[in-house]
């Protein structure tokens, strides 16, 4: 009873704290429906169980610190998915954790990396308005050393501005959009037209023209990228995303051989030389070390080489011979182009198999690398298991020995079950929690559980 009382006491100084000084993450339940419409909010929706949220929450709380500090308006909360799961879903909750930045109507997901810095980022972007204004030539210039990418509107009222806006609060999620009168521009910028749509990157410009590329948000959507890039896993995601083909130059930067560097000029040269020809189908870019590639392909590309990816069927090209010369690369992507190059991998039914069997072995292999005892132990136990059960089967002559193996089975698969039980037991506790205090003394007891561990390893 005492220990009851206590507990009561610290939840209602807890909440008598929290009611004081909001906290700069607030724990959002199910009256946030009718409480959120006249803010911003960014919202983590998470599971308690799930790892990368529980990896997420010191940053999502540097995030909450940041945002208040700055003086942005943009109210950073969480929310249990589960408990909450109606209004979880009625914000297109899918996986855990899922970022939302909400403002009015309009829900923006964020897809980028974890990081206190990307999400900042994100939120100062889509929080501010879709377009922002750049009044003289020192703001341009400013903009223009902050952004690689830089999308400009320039002249009056007119249709291609609704135009421009509409796609604006739409692809503020990816990129920044400006607008500018033609005096703000440099004297170098001589638009035949206006009004105009603009991208400034690379040291040059490019502008949209809605007969030869089609609908404004695609032509932002593929020109939102650098003509070339240092390309990551998840820059390739990104990039897939476009539509578009990636050619790849695979090289090893710490160990910069001539032929590394060569092929990474020569993939940098035809991006910026045939931009004319390539760039409506293709991203270009360098990758350092081979490993990504190699996982996506179930191969191995030898280091360095050239790559090119069809990330929406999971196609990819290899030049049929090591590309020496430009003129060699130019035909290589021209033969991707026209479908005359052999196509390796896919997304059919026997890719998809190969696929299961490769994540499997490379999860085998890399419990192996880093614990080879473990490996042995999960890996090897089983297999003695099964081998001891068939011997037994095999050479079944009394039926004791067959019987002590099965007990031996039996005994460690309700090990594992019991294990499992009681996980699931403990996320239907947490999904039955309802009142938001109780969840918060739930969120404490995990910290608790987990400082003595912090500092032993200290
Ligand atoms: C890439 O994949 C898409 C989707 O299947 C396909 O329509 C397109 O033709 C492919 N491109 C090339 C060059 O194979
Ligand atoms: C495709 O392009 C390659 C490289 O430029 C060329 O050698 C080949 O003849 C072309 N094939 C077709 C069918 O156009």
Redesign the pocket.
């Known amino acids: 009873m005492a220990a009851l009382r206590a507990s009561l006491l610290c939840g209602v100084v807890a909440a008598l704290l929290s009611s004081a000084a909001p906290a700069v993450v607030e724990d959002l339940d199910d009256t946030f429906k009718d409480t959120r419409v006249n803010d911003i909010w960014l919202v983590d929706f998470y599971a308690p169980w799930c790892g990368y949220c529980k990896k997420l929450e010191p940053i999502w709380q540097e995030v909450g610190a940041e945002l208040k500090t700055s003086g942005s308006p943009v109210r950073v909360g969480k929310m249990d998915a589960t408990a909450y799961s109606g209004m979880a879903s009625e914000f297109g909750v899918r996986g855990y954790p899922t970022i939302k930045l909400l403002k009015g109507d309009l829900a923006y997901n964020y897809k980028g990396p974890r990081t206190k810095d990307d999400i900042v980022e994100f939120a100062n972007r889509v929080a501010g308005p879709a377009v922002r204004a750049l009044p003289s030539k020192q703001m341009f210039e400013h903009m223009m050393n902050r952004h690689d990418v830089l999308f400009v509107y320039v002249g009056g009222v007119s249709p291609l501005k609704e135009k421009y806006n509409d796609v604006a609060s739409e692809l503020i999620v990816y990129t920044y959009f400006f607008s500018a009168s033609e005096e703000a521009l440099p004297e170098s910028v001589t638009l035949p037209e206006l009004p105009a749509v603009v991208v400034f990157k690379d040291g040059a410009y490019f502008t949209y023209d809605e007969y030869e590329e089609g609908s404004l948000s695609s032509w932002v959507n593929k020109e939102r990228f650098q003509g070339y890039l240092q390309i990551d896993g998840f820059t390739l995601y990104e990039l897939g995303e476009t539509?578009k083909?990636v050619a790849i130059a695979v090289i090893d930067e710490k160990d910069p051989t001539e032929e590394s560097g060569r092929l990474k000029t020569l993939i940098q040269r035809v991006a910026k030389e045939y931009r004319e020809h390539f760039n409506r189908?293709f991203h270009f870019g360098h990758m350092d070390g081979n490993d990504y590639i190699n996982s996506l392909i179930m191969g191995e590309v030898t280091v360095p080489s050239v790559i090119i990816l069809?990330t929406?069927?999971e196609?990819y090209?290899l030049p049929s011979e090591s590309i020496e010369t430009m003129e060699q690369l130019v035909q290589f992507i021209n033969s991707?182009?026209n479908?005359s190059a052999q196509?390796y991998g896919g997304d059919g039914i026997i890719q998809r198999l190969k696929r299961i069997a490769f994540d499997a072995k490379s999860t085998i292999m890399s419990v192996f690398r880093s614990s080879p005892l473990l490996g042995c132990f999960l890996f090897g136990l089983p297999l003695g298991v099964i081998s001891l059960m068939c011997y037994g089967i095999c050479t079944a002559e009394s039926d004791d020995g067959s019987d002590d193996i099965d007990a031996l089975k039996r005994e460690g698969m309700t090990d594992e079950e019991e294990e499992e039980e009681e996980e699931a037991e403990e996320r239907q506790r947490a999904a039955e929690l309802e009142g938001p205090e109780e969840g918060a003394d739930d969120d404490e007891d995990d910290v608790r559980e987990k400082d003595p561990e912090e500092k032993k390893t200290d």
């Open positions: 539509g083909l189908d069809n929406s069927n196609q090209f991707v182009l479908g196509a």
